[in-house]
């Protein structure tokens, strides 16, 4: 509700209310006092986004996001330079930019999904509904394009104060036109799980003191500025009030292009004024959504007028994303907050300060000195290249003579030298060299060498992983928590919206539900799978024996094939899916950050050599089954040549394991593969117990 500032014809701020001009909307009631504490949540949100914080050097949170921003983008801007200046290079290196990109792409090297673990309401884990729930996670995040938004959250966090997700469920309708008839239809290309990456000025915190990317505070705001014809898509034709007359009125036309309200301190009636919002945002409307976690509230407020179910505000007007959480009253869907929060480095040591140390901001200096000294040495290389010539006399000369080639005229018998810098040019060079050095010890993670190249040992391999790993730890870390929030928030979209039937109309008087089927490609092996993911009715009240489960993971495994081998060798995995059930599994989401840091320094690679190596010595290898070994060498590295790490594998003449030996291997007893057994060989799914 920021706007225009109201002035008096003499340009002085205006100090009372007559001079602005009534608002057509005046909610009434609880939807007033709600409006009040929304206008009074953002003044304060707001101001702590303009004030100044030791935390970020004096300044506050935009301009340490638009000095950083600045540093990353090697900003030099536009201003008016004198002609005898134009000489002077203004320039700036891209060194801190370069630093910055290298340690994104070592982060886009170590790209994770996330992993999850399943139990139920007495802590029994379930490890075929936890393989469900991954499957399904990696798919929704694949559609909402996560590989490329995981680019755009490390930038963030690297250059930003803060890296703040926003993940949300989308069901995008569309209009269209068919024999001469208008229809909405749900889009499926769009719809769906969606990854966003908030702008930092757009989620607004009334508190930056409630710890360190801690967002369960009572109340976030964000605020978006959106095109108007955009807001009257999305919100009109939603909410009504009604008139004094008990007119039925769309609230969406209040709503005013470039215009906002906001109530008067001192006015007694509590009445909405009108005013500009700005004056460049004359076409747009500003959004702002409120979200009151422990109030179990949230609501949208678009020009300044509350888009609500007004009847009973506070209680209609509920969370949109919610998850299921077993209770001393049972399951409950309780509000969670759809933003996770993370960064490149704490600033506080001691995890209070809500934001973080950007990259950009830990170069910020030694790139200010770096390019300050750099020009200098340019400026002075040019001088000293291109010597102005001197002619002492009685003649005046300022720093418009002062150019490179530059020759001034003086009356007869004056003298003549030439401009010399001396040794001063070569110590601002050894300058810049220090500068760069102290930007590489900050930011720059030295390649991590492969043993036997070079004559490389291994314990310099190990010496240097381990150098390596100083650096990028905290930041692995930091990522990793990251991808767990996100990931716990995706569990929580899979279960309200994506994996709920849809009710059968054509029997009435019964609760059966469509069968809703997915299908899913995945990678297992080294091999491709394709899963076939069922969410179905029939299991849900039913209550099964050990015999009839394994009757039951039988018959969805011999849909694999009508052959003994054409099952064994089969890629298709199906999964029947009890959705009532699934819905009340506790899900632990998590990310190794080891992992991460392995995949980003190529050590992965390097420990896999290693370890092979060691098996494979005279003195381990008689009590090691070499072939085993050799297996889970080609499982890693023979994706790199084939989808198909069994092509590269010695064909077994012999039979496929036995039935009970491979439901053995496969049922996730923890036994592994039976003597004999192929890796890859098939699995059997459960469906999911119904209690």
């Known amino acids: 509700m920021i706007g225009q500032i109201i002035t008096n014809k003499d340009g002085s701020p205006s100090d009372s209310y007559t001079t602005l001009e009534k608002s057509k909307y005046q909610p009434k009631g609880d939807v007033k006092r709600l409006w009040a504490d929304i206008q009074k949540d953002y003044m304060i949100a707001y101001m702590l986004q303009h004030r100044p914080y030791k935390e970020f050097d004096g300044v506050s949170l935009l301009n340490r996001a638009k000095l950083d921003q600045e540093t990353f983008a090697a900003y030099v801007g536009a201003e008016y330079i004198p002609e005898h200046k134009r000489w002077k290079w203004r320039g700036r290196k891209n060194t801190a930019r370069n630093k910055l990109i290298g340690i994104c792409a070592r982060m886009l090297a170590g790209m994770l999904y996330p992993t999850v673990n399943a139990h139920n309401e007495y802590q029994i884990e379930d490890k075929k509904v936890a393989e469900v729930m991954r499957i399904r996670i990696e798919s929704h995040l694949k559609h909402a394009r996560y590989e490329t938004q995981f680019l755009f ?355 009435p008087g019964h609760l059966n539900l469509k069968d809703r089927v997915h299908m899913h490609k995945t990678k297992s092996g080294g091999r491709d799978m394709s899963h076939k993911v069922i969410f179905t009715s029939k299991h849900m009240g039913k209550k099964y024996t050990d015999k009839q489960l394994e009757d039951k993971e039988w018959e969805l495994y011999n849909q694999g094939g009508k052959t003994p081998k054409e099952r064994y060798n089969s890629t298709l995995r199906t999964h029947e899916v009890n959705p009532y059930q699934y819905a009340r599994i506790t899900y632990k989401v998590g990310v190794d950050a080891e992992q991460i840091l392995d995949k980003s320094l190529g050590a992965s690679q390097t420990r896999t050599i290693n370890a092979f190596n060691i098996l494979k010595d005279p003195a381990i290898a008689p009590f090691t089954d070499q072939a085993e070994v050799a297996g889970a060498v080609i499982d890693k590295f023979g994706t790199d040549l084939t989808n198909d790490v069994n092509k590269l594998k010695k064909k077994d003449t012999g039979q496929p394991p036995q039935q009970n030996g491979m439901l053995n291997s496969i049922m996730g007893g923890g036994q592994g593969l039976p003597a004999g057994g192929a890796v890859g060989a098939p699995q059997v799914n459960k469906p999911i117990q119904a209690q």
């Open 153 to 507: 959250m490390i930038m963030s966090a690297l250059v930003n104060p803060a890296v703040i997700v926003e993940v949300e469920w989308v069901e995008m309708l569309q209009r269209i036109k068919e024999n001469g008839n208008v229809e909405e239809i749900l889009n499926e290309a769009l719809s769906g799980l969606a990854l966003n990456v908030c702008p930092i000025d757009e989620l607004m915190l009334p508190d930056f003191y409630s710890g360190t990317g801690n967002l369960n505070l009572n109340c976030v705001l964000r605020v978006r500025r959106i095109p108007y014809d955009v807001a009257r898509a999305k919100w009109s034709n939603k909410y009504y009030t009604t008139d004094v007359a008990g007119e039925k009125i769309d609230l969406f036309d209040y709503v005013q292009a470039g215009m906002t309200r906001i109530f008067i301190t001192g006015n007694e009636n509590q009445e909405l004024f009108d005013i500009e919002w700005t004056e460049a945002d004359r076409g747009y409307v500003q959004e702002i959504t409120a979200y009151y976690l422990y109030e179990d509230l949230e609501v949208v407020c678009v020009g300044g007028v509350l888009m609500v179910n007004e009847e009973n505000v506070y209680n209609n007007n509920p969370y949109s994303h919610r998850r299921f959480t077993l209770t001393d009253k049972g399951w409950k869907s309780i509000p969670v907050q759809k933003f996770a929060m993370s960064g490149f480095e704490p600033l506080d040591p001691t995890g209070r300060f809500a934001y973080y140390k950007s990259g950009a901001f830990k170069e910020f200096w030694d790139d200010k000195a770096l390019n300050n000294m750099h020009r200098m040495a340019h400026d002075g290389t040019a001088l000293d290249t291109i010597k102005p010539t001197i002619l002492t006399g009685v003649a005046k000369v300022d720093q418009t003579m002062m150019v490179p080639g530059g020759t001034f005229g003086l009356p007869a018998g004056a003298g003549i030298s030439q401009y010399s810098l001396g040794s001063n040019l070569q110590a601002s060079w050894q300058a810049i060299a220090q500068y760069e050095k102290d930007m590489s010890d900050s930011t720059t993670v030295n390649p991590v060498p492969q043993p036997n190249a070079g004559g490389i040992s291994a314990t310099q391999v190990n010496v240097a992983t381990a150098q390596a790993k100083l650096f990028m730890s905290i930041f692995a870390l930091l990522v990793a928590d990251l991808i767990e929030k996100i990931g716990a928030l995706v569990v929580d979209c899979e279960i309200n919206y994506a994996s709920n039937g849809e009710i059968d109309e054509k029997i």
